[in-house]
C-alpha cells in the first residue's frame, strides 16, 4: 500500500541550531515529494519540494534529501529560529493524478 | 497567504445531519483538492476535481460527494455525518492537477 511516515514526532531544538526531520515512505513509483509547514489553525504551508530524479534541493535555509534507495526524504533547517516552530509534514505524490499522501507528521519547537 | 479562501472557518453539526463546505480557488487555478485532516494526523486526501470533472478518489464512503463550478471554485458535501468525520477540512487549489498545490485555513467541523 501507500504510505507516508515520520520517525519522530516530536523535536524540540535550541535557536540557532540546525534540525533534521526525517521521512520513510514505501511507494516507490512516487515521482515527487513536498515538505510541508503547519502553524496553528492554518492550513499547510509549502516549503520545498523534490522530484525523484534528484536526490538534494535547496532553498533558503532548507534542504531536502533524497534517498530513493532506502526510501527516506529529509528535511534540513539551517539556524532554527523560534518562527520556525510548527508541524512539519512530508508528503509524496502517489501514481493517482496528484493525490498527496501525507505523513503523521513532526512537530519543531525552537526553544530561545 | 495562498488566495485560497474556504468557508465556514467552523462549524457545528450533529450525527445524522448533511453539511456543506465551499472553497474558493487561487486565480487562475482549475483543479482543487479536498483533505480530511483529523487531530494530530496528517491530511487524508478525500478527492480532486479538474475543469469540474472529480479527477481522482481517496478511500472516503459515497456520502462525501463534491462539486466544482465553472469558476473552479468548489463544494464538500457531507451527508449523515457521523462522530468520526469531526476534522479540519483543507482544500488546496492549483494550476493543474500535477502542480504545487497551495492550501487555504481550512474548515473546522465538530460533529456531536
Known amino acids: 500500500g501507500e504510505n507516508v511516515g515520520l520517525h519522530l514526532p516530536t523535536l524540540s531544538v535550541q535557536e540557532g541550531d540546525n534540525s533534521i526531520i526525517n521521512c520513510a515512505y514505501s511507494?516507490?513509483?512516487?515521482?515527487?515529494f513536498i515538505w510541508y509547514k503547519q502553524e496553528s489553525g492554518k492550513g499547510p504551508q509549502f516549503i520545498i519540494d523534490i522530484r525523484s530524479n534528484m536526490d538534494k534541493r535547496q532553498g533558503q535555509r532548507v534542504t531536502v534529501l533524497l534517498n530513493k534507495t532506502v526510501k527516506h526524504l529529509s528535511l534540513q533547517i539551517a539556524a532554527t529560529q523560534p518562527g520556525d516552530s510548527a508541524v512539519y509534514f512530508c508528503?509524496?505524490?502517489?501514481?493517482?493524478?496528484?493525490?498527496?499522501?501525507f505523513g503523521q507528521g513532526t512537530e519543531l519547537s525552537v526553544k530561545p | 497567504e495562498t488566495g485560497v479562501t474556504q468557508s465556514p472557518t467552523h462549524l457545528i453539526k450533529t450525527r445524522g445531519q448533511q453539511v456543506t463546505l465551499r472553497c474558493s480557488s487561487q486565480s487562475g487555478h482549475n483543479t482543487v483538492s479536498w483533505y480530511q485532516q483529523a487531530l494530530g494526523q496528517g491530511p487524508q486526501f478525500i478527492f480532486q476535481y479538474y475543469r469540474e470533472e472529480e479527477n481522482g478518489r481517496g478511500n472516503f464512503p459515497p456520502r462525501f460527494s463534491g462539486l466544482q463550478f465553472p469558476n473552479y471554485s468548489s463544494e464538500l458535501n457531507v451527508n449523515a455525518l457521523e462522530l468520526d468525520d469531526s476534522a479540519l477540512y483543507l482544500c488546496?487549489?492549483?494550476?493543474?492537477?500535477?502542480?504545487?498545490?497551495?492550501f487555504g485555513p481550512g474548515t473546522r467541523l465538530t460533529v456531536l
Open positions: 511507494n516507490s513509483a512516487s515521482d515527487y
Open positions: 488546496a487549489s492549483s494550476l493543474d492537477p500535477k502542480n504545487e498545490q497551495f
Open positions: 508528503a509524496e505524490r502517489g501514481n493517482q493524478g496528484g493525490k498527496l499522501i
